[in-house]
């Protein structure tokens, strides 16, 4: 994948979606991006989605590198109990393009769990309008204590 072109491809996509830069948009943008303090994530358009970006916010929290994290079924983001909510989030932002508000746990490959709120997901579009994935950003998250058996 070309990081240039992906990421342009996430900025325009998500002012076209929420009327607002994600980042500054000009010189650097893919550093820019791929060095926020915020995490940004995106999937493709196959019927079980895959990663295919993870700025470094994504691989700390979720705990991969970019091998793996782009190797990664989305679904396998969220726990088991979770996949449903989630699948209905991802079916709510094809449909209306996008999603403000977006709150729920998300699971790291050592297995810690974590809130995301305030998260936002938007569809990823080609220049022909062809949807060819979604993609998330959020910045408000926090660890979720272990149950003691």
């Not at 999937?43 to 970019?66: C, K, R, V």
């Not at 396998?76 to 989030?89: I, V, W, Y």
């Not at 977006?102 to 936002?120: K, L």
């Amino acid at each position: 994948m070309d990081l240039r072109s992906h990421t342009e491809l996430l900025l325009k996509n998500y002012y076209r979606c929420f009327g607002a830069e994600l980042i500054k948009m000009g010189n650097h943008q893919a550093d820019r991006l791929m060095e926020a303090a915020f995490v940004v994530l995106s999937h493709d358009a196959q019927s079980d989605p895959i990663f295919n970006y993870g700025n470094n916010a994504a691989q700390t929290l979720f705990e991969m590198d970019w091998a793996t994290l782009t190797a990664l079924p989305s679904r396998f983001s969220a726990e088991p109990m979770h996949r449903d909510e989630r699948q209905k989030l991802l079916n709510e932002v094809t449909t209306k393009g996008y999603s403000a508000d977006y709150r729920g746990i998300r699971i790291s490959a050592s297995g810690r769990r974590f809130y995301i709120d305030s998260a936002r997901i938007w569809s990823l579009c080609d220049s022909s309008g062809k949807h060819i994935g979604q993609a998330a950003m959020f910045s408000d998250w926090q660890w979720l204590q272990s149950e003691s058996h």
